[in-house]
């Protein structure tokens, strides 16, 4: 059962370069979002999405970009990352947005010197 | 806006002790409540969904209850083991603004052998 994956699990990116973290679910779940967990922040949303084709953002999207062309994939992308933007990305989904359980990956951790 | 606070921050206790881990929320308007572990450099692993229609949830040695009224949660833990130490996350689902969990700061729960 692999349920959520993600890909790299860590990543160091200078200043200004771009890259893509990877998230891929086997639950056929329709929704799934990103979180970026932070010391003193908790746990907040980027981006999500309710199904292939259909984004929208979360309380803190500048900066990320998604797209949503399959069922099972939901990559992030940092178009020109910045050091503010260090910090653990967590992918997760659902099956039910308003009353499902929430399952997540084991997490990306991303440093940008 | 929705506010979730676990208290304490951190609590350490000997094997074998039955403890409970709290969590409070500002706005009773939820979907639901759902626990979570998550350990060191780990993701976040799903422990108990409560709905708000529930009082509460059991999985093995773990009971979860809701008062939605009141804006409380526990996750009651029983006959703890060192492999209980983890940090204890709560969220909630709120009615508004429902595409996000929103996270308390977490619980770091340490068992002593």
């Known amino acids: 059962n692999a349920g959520v994956t993600q890909t790299p699990k860590f990543q160091v990116l200078k200043t200004g370069q771009s890259m893509t973290l990877q998230c891929a679910q086997d639950m056929n779940h329709e929704y799934m979002s990103w979180y970026r967990q932070d010391p003193g922040m908790g746990l907040r949303l980027i981006h999500y999405s309710v199904g292939a084709g259909i984004t929208d953002q979360g309380e803190v999207p500048n900066g990320y970009n998604v797209s949503r062309s399959t069922t099972e994939d939901f990559p992030l992308r940092l178009l020109s990352a910045a050091p503010s933007q260090t910090s653990v990305y967590f992918c997760a989904s659902t099956q039910d947005r308003v009353t499902g359980e929430l399952f997540f990956g084991e997490g990306s951790r991303l440093t940008v010197l | 806006k929705q506010e979730v606070t676990q208290i304490p921050a951190a609590l350490s206790v000997p094997e074998g002790e039955n403890l409970v881990l709290n969590c409070s929320f500002t706005d009773s308007a939820i979907y639901n409540l759902q626990w979570f572990r998550q350990d060191p450099g780990k993701g976040l692993t799903s422990l108990l969904l409560?709905?708000?229609?529930?009082r509460e949830q059991t999985s093995g040695r773990l009971n979860a209850s809701l008062d939605k009224s009141s804006g409380r949660s526990t996750l009651y833990i029983a006959a703890s083991q060192p492999g209980d130490s983890a940090t204890y996350l709560c969220?909630?689902?709120?009615?508004?603004?429902?595409?996000?969990?929103?996270f308390g700061q977490g619980t770091r729960l340490t068992i002593n052998p």
């Open positions: 969220a909630v689902r709120g009615i508004q603004g429902a595409q996000k969990l929103v």
């Open positions: 409560i709905q708000s229609s529930q």
